[in-house]
C-alpha cells in the first residue's frame, strides 16, 4: 500500500510549492487508487476505486509542468492503470472513488507559483516563445541577463514585443519609424532647396537652412529600424537590450538622434531670436554674425552628445530608438532641451506681444485722425484691437507655431518619460511581476494576449506610448508644410528656367505664364 504512495510523495517534495493544483490532482487520483471505497448494501460488498477522470485531470494539470521540469516520466498512462490491491482497471464517474479538491476557488486558479522554485533550478526545455539562456547552470545563479532571465530560459530582446498585445508594438513603432522617414525625406527636400535656390543662401533664409538640416538629422535614424529593428534593439545574443559596448549601430544612431534632436531646438531657438531682434530692437545684428550661430546651435549637440558617449549612456529602452539612458536620460538630454525651448517660446511670445501692441497703436491712431475729420468721436467701430492682433498673427503665424510645436514637443515628452517611462524601472526593481506573467505564460491554454493584462498596469500606456513617438516623428512633415511655400516652387522653376537657358547658350527671355504648372 505504502509503495503505490511513493510517487505521491516525491510528487509533493518537488513540486508542492511550485504546482498546487498539479499536486492537488496527482494526490486525488492516487489516494482513491490506494484506498478505494467500500459500501456494504444487503450484506453485498460494492468497491468503488480509482476514476479514470481523476487520472486524465493529474495528468492535464501536471503535463506542462513536469515537460518544462523534465520529470516526464511522473506522467500516468490511464488505459493501462489498474488498482494493484484489486486488479480492477479505472472506473467512469459513476461509480468510483471520486475525492472532491480541498483547494479553494482562489487557489484552483494559480496553476503555477514559480516563487517556490529554489535557486540554481533549470528548466529542461524552453517552451516558446522564450529562449535558453547560455550561461544558465544547474545549482548556480549565473544568467545572461538578470531582469529577463530565470530558471534557464529568457525572454528575447525586446521585452516590448511580449510584454504587449501580440504584434502591437512590432506595428505600432513600425508606424511610427515609417512617418519618421517620412519626415526625413520632406525635410530633405528643404535642405536641397535652400542649398540650390541662389535666393535661399543668405540672410535670414540660411536660419530655416540649418533647421531642416538638424531636422533631416533627427528624423533619419529611422531608416536604422526600417526592415529589422532587433539589428540595432538588442545585443548579438538576443537577450540584452542594445546599448554602447554590445551593439555599434545602437550606438550610431543614438548620437545621430541625441545630436539632431539638441541641434533642431537651437535652431528653432536662433530663428525665434533673429526675429526678436530684428523686430523689436530693428536690429540687423546676425545678419554677418553666424559664426555665432554655428557655434552654438552645433557645439552644444556636439559637446552634449559627445557626454554622452564617452559616459556609456546611449541605449535601447523603447520604440524602435536608441537615446539616452532613462537613468541619465534628464540630466543629458531633457533638462538642456528644456533650457534651450522654454526661454526661446518665452522670447517669441514677447515679439508677439510687441507686435500686437504696435498694430493695436498704429490701427487707434488711425481711427482716431478719421473720426475728428469727420467730426465724429463716439462712432468708432467696435473689435479693432481683435482685428489688428489678428493681422499680427498673420504675419507671425509660422514662426510662432514653430516655437509652439517645439515646446509642445519637448513638454509632452518630458511629461510622458516623468509619469510613464518610470515604470520600466519599478518593473525591473520588482521581479514578482514578471515572476507572474511568467506563471501566466507557462500555463496551458494561454497565450500572449491574455498575459499582457498582469503587466499593463506597470509598464506606459501603449495608446500613449505611441502618440509620443508619432507626433516627434511627424515634426518634419510639419517643418515641410510650414516652409514649403508655393514661393519655394516658383523659385524652382525660375531656377530650372535659368539653368536649361544657360545651357542652350541663350539670352533669359520671358516664360509662359503656366510653365510652372506644366513641370
Known sequence: MESQLIPLAEMATQFGKIGPVCVDAYARYHCSKAYPRCITNNNELDLFSACTSLCEQANKECAPLLKVVGAESLLLDCPAEVVPSTGIPLQPDEICNQIPTQLTEEQSKKKLDLSGIPPGFIISQCPAPFIADPLAEAGTDHTEDEIHCKFGCCIPCP?????????????????????????????????????????????????????????????????????????????????????????????????????????????????????????????????????????????????????????????????????????????????????????????????????????????????????????NMTDRPQGVSRKHVLIAIKIQWRALLLAVIAIFMVLFYWLFYMTQMKRVNELKDNPAHILRWLECMLTPGNNQNMCSSILSPHLPPFALMITAEVLVSSIGIFLFFTFGKRSLWREWNDWIYDTRIRLMGRNRGEKQGEQFYAL
Open 159 to 375: 521585452t516590448q514585443n511580449y510584454f504587449y498585445k501580440e504584434n502591437w508594438a512590432i506595428r505600432g513603432f513600425m508606424a511610427a519609424d515609417i512617418i519618421r522617414f517620412i519626415s526625413a525625406m520632406l525635410t530633405l527636400v528643404l535642405v536641397v532647396s535652400y542649398l540650390v535656390l541662389p535666393d535661399k543662401r543668405r540672410h535670414p533664409s540660411l536660419l530655416i537652412l540649418n533647421l531642416s538640416v538638424s531636422l533631416f538629422l533627427f528624423s533619419i535614424p529611422a531608416v536604422f529600424a526600417l526592415g529589422d529593428p532587433k539589428r540595432l534593439q538588442c545585443a548579438a545574443n538576443g537577450i540584452t537590450a542594445g546599448q554602447m559596448g554590445n551593439n555599434t549601430l545602437c550606438a550610431v544612431q543614438g548620437a545621430i538622434l541625441i545630436f539632431g534632436s539638441l541641434a533642431t531646438c537651437l535652431w528653432t531657438s536662433a530663428l525665434i531670436l533673429n526675429l526678436h531682434v530684428h523686430t523689436v530692437w530693428n536690429s540687423v545684428f546676425f545678419t554677418n554674425k553666424y559664426y555665432i550661430f554655428n557655434v552654438f546651435c552645433w557645439g552644444i549637440p556636439v559637446a552634449i552628445t559627445a557626454t554622452a558617449l564617452g559616459l556609456h549612456s546611449v541605449k535601447f529602452e523603447f520604440a524602435n530608438l536608441c537615446l539616452v539612458s532613462m537613468e541619465k536620460i534628464f540630466p543629458l538630454f531633457f533638462y538642456p532641451l528644456a533650457a534651450i525651448v522654454c526661454p526661446s517660446f518665452l522670447i517669441h511670445a514677447a515679439t508677439f506681444f510687441y507686435i500686437a501692441k504696435i498694430a493695436v497703436r498704429e490701427g487707434l491712431e488711425s481711427e482716431m485722425s478719421q473720426s475728428l475729420s469727420m467730426g
